[in-house]
């Protein structure tokens, strides 16, 4: 079997990486504390930084996954290192990404890491690379709404609350999505192993749509509720209420004149 000689800095953590972690470390502590006069802003900083650094893991977990089941570029193409610069289609993952939740609070999928499948054997293995992605944003979900779930959320400041809850929402949002079976999704890259070539052959010249195809249902008004319905039912049995998602993305879209919230109702 070749193997490619390992370098240390195909693994170090990218001085990229660390810094939008910092600004997410930074803009948390300002909505936590109130430091900034705009609330808003602080919200805006806190979670579009975590939602980067989200999209990062999620590429991440891709490429650690492909690495340990065969592929050993990896590496050497700098997905290890975090560094979102590093990616095949930085446009795909992180700024469209980003865009998509400024614009509409949609945590859309990204995914832009070339894996030299041919180098990986056994059909499990490829279906584990596909779903690492998405899993790393179900335990993001997890770990933000850790809070609610467990009812610790005594002495947290309304502000960061809110914040937690938006990002949840959007932690929740793409792992939804990504898992849906739908050709350039991971849903889809989860089960291709176990089709038929055949099947593969057809469904293949419709992967680059996939995405595209997906939030044009979305933009349907009923499809648009129902998927809506069910994102707050998945966040409601993580404790997380539909008030805490609403003033969070009410907080972070300041620009339409939303800079403070009321505080939370008692229940």
């Not at 979900?141 to 937690?164: I, M």
Request: net charge negative; proline share 6%.
């Amino acid at each position: 079997m070749t193997t490619a000689p390992a370098r240390s800095s195909d693994r170090r953590i990218s001085p990229v990486f660390l810094g939008i972690a910092a600004v997410t470390a930074v803009s948390g502590w300002a909505a936590w504390t109130g430091f900034a006069d705009n609330a808003g802003l602080a919200v805006f900083l806190f979670v579009t930084a975590a939602w980067i650094v989200s999209l990062c893991l999620h590429e991440y977990a891709h490429a650690r996954t492909a690495l340990h089941s065969g592929d050993i570029s990896i590496g050497a193409k700098g997905y290890l290192t975090l560094d979102p610069l590093k990616y095949t289609h930085a446009l795909l993952s992180i700024v469209l990404p980003v865009l998509f939740v400024i614009m509409g609070g949609i945590g859309l999928p990204g995914g832009a890491v070339f894996i030299e499948r041919g180098r990986i054997r056994g059909r499990w293995r490829h279906s584990l690379i596909s779903a690492a992605g998405p899993l790393t944003n179900v335990a993001f979900a997890v770990v933000c709404t850790a809070p609610f779930w467990l009812d610790a959320l005594d002495g947290v400041p309304d502000a960061f609350r809110y914040a937690l809850a938006f990002l949840a929402l959007l932690q929740v949002t793409a792992a939804i999505l990504n898992f849906l079976p739908i050709p350039g999704l991971d849903g889809y890259g989860v089960i291709e192993p176990w089709l038929s070539r055949g099947i593969r052959r057809q469904v293949e010249p419709f992967a680059p749509f996939g995405l595209l195809a997906v939030f044009a249902v979305l933009w349907i008004p009923s499809v648009n509720a129902v998927f809506f319905d069910a994102i707050d039912a998945v966040l409601g049995a993580l404790g997380v209420e539909e008030w805490d998602t609403y003033w969070g993305r009410e907080l972070y879209q300041f620009w339409e004149g939303s800079q403070e919230a009321p505080p939370r109702p008692a229940s």
